[in-house]
Structure formats: C-alpha cells, structure tokens
C-alpha cells in the first residue's frame, strides 16, 4: 500500500461520500429543508451544527446543497469533456486545416476571462441552474481539447492504428474502437478535474447571489452566513462547514484525477512498448 | 503556447482583436435581448431616476435608432475609451473603475510578486530533489491548497487569525489612513492569495524541473563537480522557467479578477467589491465595464506572454525568423 493507492481510495470515497448524500439527502438528512427552528441556534444534540437566521438546521441545509454542487460539477463537466474530446479526437487524428482551425477556435475561447464572464450573464439572465450547466459547459472544454490532442497524433502513428486502417476500417471505426478505449483514462482524470473547477465557479456564482434561488447550496450558505450574522454571532459551525465541504469535494476530485492520470502514464508505457 | 508562438504574433493579435470584437458584442447583445426594458437594462436598477430621464435617456442612448447605428455608436464608444456613466455613483464608469483599481493592484501585485517567487523556488526543489521527504510533504500540502478556491481559505484564514486570535483587523483596507494601518489590514489577504499563486506556480516549476531532469547538461555539469545546489539554481532553473513565464503572464491578466471573492471576504474596496456590489444592485454598466477592462487586461497580457515566450526560448526565436 504507497501513496498511489491511498489517492484513489481517499479521492473515490470522498466523491462517493458526497453523491451519496445528493441522491440520498431527502431521507437520511434529519430536517426538511425548510423546517424552521429556534434561529441562531447553537450546536446541541438535536441540532448538531446549529440552525441559521431563519432556524434551518445547518447540517440538513449542508445535505440538501450537495445536490447543486453534484448536478451542476458533472453535469457541466460531462458537456465541456464531451465537447473537448471530440475537438480534440478530430484535430489530432485528421491534422492539416482541420486541426488549424479547431485549435484556433480552442486557443480564442481559451483566453475569455470565464468567470467575469459568467457573472455578466448570470447577473443579466438571473441564472437558472441550467443555464450555468450549459454555460460552464461552453467554456471550460478547451483544457481537455488541449491534452486529447497530442495524445491522438501520438497513437495516430502506431502500427496498429496504420494496421486497422490497411484493413479498411474507416475513420470514424478506427476513432470509436481503436483510439477511444486508449484514451480512456485521461478522459476520466480530465472529467474529474472539470467538475471540481465547474463546482468551484458554481459555488462562487451562488457566493455572490448569482446562483439558482430555488435551490439550496454551498456557496448560498456562505454568503447568508457572511450577511446574516454568523460572524458576529460566532456561530462557527454556518461559516466554516460549508467552506469545509467544499474543500473535501475538491480534494475528493483531485485525488481521484490524479490517480487515474497515474494509471494512464502506466497503460501509455505498456503501449509503447 | 509553443504553437502559437510557432504561428507567429500576428496570429495572435488577430486573436484579441477576435475575443475583444466578440465580446463587445456580447456586452452590447445581452442588454438588449434580456426582458425588460432596455434602458434600465443599460443603466441599471436602483438609480432612481425619473421617467422623463428616462425617456431622454432612450434618445440620448440611441435606442430608438436601428440596431446597427446602435452597434456603431458602442463600439465607437469602447474604442475612445467612453464605458458609460454609472447613475448609482453619479460618476462615469471609467472613473469608479480607475478609483478602485489602485487598491485591487495595492493587493493583487505584491500577493503576485511574493507567490511566483515563493512558488519558483519550492517547486524547483521538490522538483529537483524528488525523493526528499521535504519534496514530498510539500507536494502533499500544495494538493491540499489547490483544491482550496482562494475564498475558502480567506474564510477560514479570517476566522482563525482575525475572529479567533484576534491578531488582525477584520475587514476593510485601513482604520487611520497611515502606513502601518494599511500593512496590518494586508498582511491577510496579501497571504492567502500569495499562498494560492505560490499553490499553482509549484506545480508548474515541478513539473517543468522534473522534465528538465533527464538533459544531458545536468550530467555533464555533474561531471564537472558541480553540487547539486548549484547545478539546480545556477542552470536547472533558468531552462524551467519558461512555461512559468508564460503562465505568470497570463495570470498577471487576471489580476483584477482573481482577487474578486477575497475581496468580498475581507471587505476590501477594489474592484472585486465593486463588482460584487454592481451585482447586488444590478449596476449593469459598471458590470459591463469592468469586465470589458479585464478582458482588455487579459488579451494584452496574452499577447505580452508570446513575446516573451518567443523571446526568451531561443529554439522558437529561430523558428520564428
């Protein structure tokens, strides 16, 4: 057991902890969402991290946010993977003027500040929870797009791709079966990656007030416990439980894409062998 | 960055002028496609200007001329510098924004300083010496912050150093306006984002030592009796600093964003606050303002960072002539 080991066994419990409690949240979470308590409640036994400004308890609140956080992560990162593998697989695998102009196109959405970006619209649009899917999903494939590439031209130049393709397969037989599987890995790295970079903008979208009113999340938490007093009345447990969330999820996501990354620099050895 | 160095800085000038068109006209486009009406769209809520304002507003704004005049007159507006007037200041926009951009540089440019050369140094290290377990706990740790957003740790940097021990003011960027009040009130945010930049500038000098490591002129300088601290510091790292040029660069053209929610946290007076502020009251033209500023602030630096990539790689200077 090394380190290598421990990062995929952290990161996948982390990631697993976390849906689970999105999916499972209206059963195992010990309050409704918007039962109201005693407000400004300390920890106690049947509140555990104590309630907020309009007596929710802060723990179901945290569970119930989680779903935001989750939809909104793999959602946007399923679009923006989807949209960077295939610019990626079609730049890399034909060349020439195909590849010129995709990463061309890559390298100009590449340089739009995201974020500022992103609260332009949602300021203007109100952001409902799928328009910062498909919004985040727009922009952040170009980091995907970028790695797909040269590992495509890489196995392009294998014998057993030139071998396929002496048989007859076609393009798109070859891109489907032979160089797809080859690049799976580093598809589920960079997929994990996108999520925790879409979670953190959501998060600070909600931050700043910006996010979907209609749901409860993370970065909402914050921000009422910013203006609703949880400071002043220390009340520890509302400011610091959901940045602490947060922090896991992330961790979570990133130790997970970099033990897959790992497996990939391996299963790309044993190729070119 | 290599292939765009490789299709030369006219490709990438023509790119900003692309980015800059495009998103001009987004910022022209979204006012006038959301619902409501289009004035206070352009101007905002919260102005309390009266209906006859804003009947001669439409006029003097120019909305009930066709698309393209409209579209014209922006553009033409953006390029000689006139980003509006901001009714919730009373000022107009490129003022608010030259106001607040002293003190979002005051914080943004040392934290810039101190991360890049903080993170240079340990990333080389732990990238040079691999199997230190000084490398190894500083890798551990940078994964750790890294998946920290800069927010995150401003929250729980406030509430330990300022609410719990009570060691530095909570919020805003001076009591008295004199040095040492200004210091005290930077010493935290200045630290959580140098810690962040440091965070991300680590991972790219390690990685660009560990691939140095396999060059042939670390043995030979090895040969020649070199220690290692020497060959690291005197040659190694010169040849890995390249992508973090490049990187830093872009970064530099993020400054105006990147402190934005740490403001927010600290309740400093830059442009992140004034951003977050415009949000909350719908001040759409500073909105749209500030972020035609930083997307200016953005291709600018991107076009900076392929010259000095083109210029300081002599491989790609080559190619390129």
């Known amino acids: 057991m090394n380190f290598r080991n421990y990062e995929l066994v952290i990161g996948l419990s982390l990631v697993l902890f976390f849906v689970s409690c999105a999916i499972l949240s209206p059963y195992i979470a010990p309050y409704g969402e918007n039962e109201r308590f005693e407000p400004y409640g300390h920890p106690s036994l049947s509140h555990p991290l104590g309630t907020n400004d309009i007596g929710n308890d802060i723990l179901s609140l945290l569970m119930y946010s989680c779903r935001v956080s989750v939809v909104v992560g793999f959602c946007a990162s399923a679009i923006a993977v989807g949209i960077g593998l295939v610019v990626g697989l079609l730049a890399g695998y034909f060349g020439g003027y195909v590849d010129e102009m995709l990463m061309c196109v890559t390298d100009t959405v590449m340089i739009l500040p995201k974020l500022p970006l992103i609260i332009l619209i949602g300021a203007y649009t109100g952001g409902s929870i799928r328009t910062i899917i498909i919004v985040i999903g727009l922009l952040w494939w170009t980091s995907t797009a970028r790695i797909i590439r040269p590992k495509v031209m890489q196995l392009r130049e294998m014998e057993y791709i030139s071998a396929s393709r002496m048989l007859g397969f076609g393009s798109r037989e070859v891109l489907l079966h032979e160089i797809l599987p080859n690049i799976l890995f580093i598809l589920v790295s960079k997929y994990m990656l996108t999520a925790a970079s879409a979670l953190i903008s959501e998060v600070s979208l909600s931050f700043l007030g910006l996010g979907d009113p209609s749901w409860s999340s993370w970065g909402l938490m914050i921000h009422m416990a910013f203006t609703r007093g949880g400071f002043v009345n220390r009340l520890w447990t509302w400011v610091l439980s959901p940045p602490i969330c947060i922090m896991l999820f992330i961790l979570g996501l990133m130790l997970l894409a970099r033990a897959f990354e790992r497996r990939e620099l391996s299963a790309m050895a044993e190729v070119m062998v | 960055?290599?292939?765009?160095?490789?299709?030369?800085?006219?490709?990438?000038?023509?790119?900003?002028?692309?980015?800059?068109?495009?998103?001009?006209?987004?910022?022209?486009?979204?006012?006038?496609?959301?619902?409501?009406?289009?004035?206070?769209?352009?101007?905002?809520?919260?102005?309390?200007?009266?209906?006859?304002?804003?009947?001669?507003?439409?006029?003097?704004?120019?909305?009930?001329?066709?698309?393209?005049?409209?579209?014209?007159?922006?553009?033409?507006?953006?390029?000689?510098?006139?980003?509006?007037?901001?009714?919730?200041?009373?000022?107009?926009?490129?003022?608010?924004?030259?106001?607040?951009?002293?003190?979002?540089?005051?914080?943004?440019?040392?934290?810039?300083?101190?991360?890049?050369?903080?993170?240079?140094?340990?990333?080389?290290?732990?990238?040079?010496?691999?199997?230190?377990?000084?490398?190894?706990?500083?890798s551990i740790a940078t994964t750790l912050l890294y998946s920290a957003p800069p927010f995150v740790l401003s929250i729980l940097a406030l509430y330990v150093f300022s609410f719990k021990l009570g060691l530095f003011p909570m919020k805003g960027f001076y009591d008295s306006k004199n040095v040492m009040s200004i210091l005290s009130h930077m010493v935290l945010p200045v630290s959580v984002l140098s810690i962040y930049t440091s965070a991300h500038t680590f991972v790219i000098m390690r990685g660009s030592v560990l691939q140095e490591k396999g060059s042939q002129y670390i043995t030979a300088a090895r040969a020649r009796g070199l220690s290692e601290t020497t060959i690291l510091f005197r040659h190694v790292f010169k040849n890995a600093l390249l992508p973090v040029l490049s990187m830093m660069a872009i970064s530099l053209g993020f400054i105006f964003s990147g402190a934005l929610l740490v403001e927010v946290i600290f309740s400093l007076n830059g442009m992140g606050l004034l951003i977050y502020d415009a949000v909350m009251s719908r001040n759409y033209p500073i909105l749209q303002g500030a972020f035609l500023l930083i997307t200016v602030m953005v291709l600018v630096c991107n076009i900076f960072a392929d010259v000095a990539y083109s210029y300081l790689d002599p491989r790609i200077r080559r190619h390129g002539n």
Request: charged share 15%; glycine share 10%.
């Open chain 2, 1 to 138: 960055m290599i292939c765009m160095a490789r299709r030369g800085m006219a490709f990438a000038v023509c790119r900003s002028i692309v980015v800059f068109f495009a998103v001009c006209t987004l910022v022209f486009v979204l006012p006038r496609l959301m619902p409501g009406d289009p004035v206070m769209n352009l101007i905002g809520e919260d102005t309390g200007v009266t209906q006859e304002t804003i009947n001669q507003l439409r006029h003097h704004l120019g909305l009930d001329n066709s698309i393209g005049y409209q579209y014209v007159v922006f553009i033409k507006g953006v390029l000689t510098g006139d980003l509006g007037y901001s009714y919730f200041h009373h000022k107009t926009v490129v003022d608010v924004l030259c106001e607040r951009m002293k003190w979002t540089l005051l914080l943004a440019l040392p934290s810039f300083l101190i991360g890049t050369i903080v993170g240079c140094i340990t990333g080389a290290y732990a990238g040079y010496f691999e199997s230190r377990s000084l490398s190894q706990s500083l």
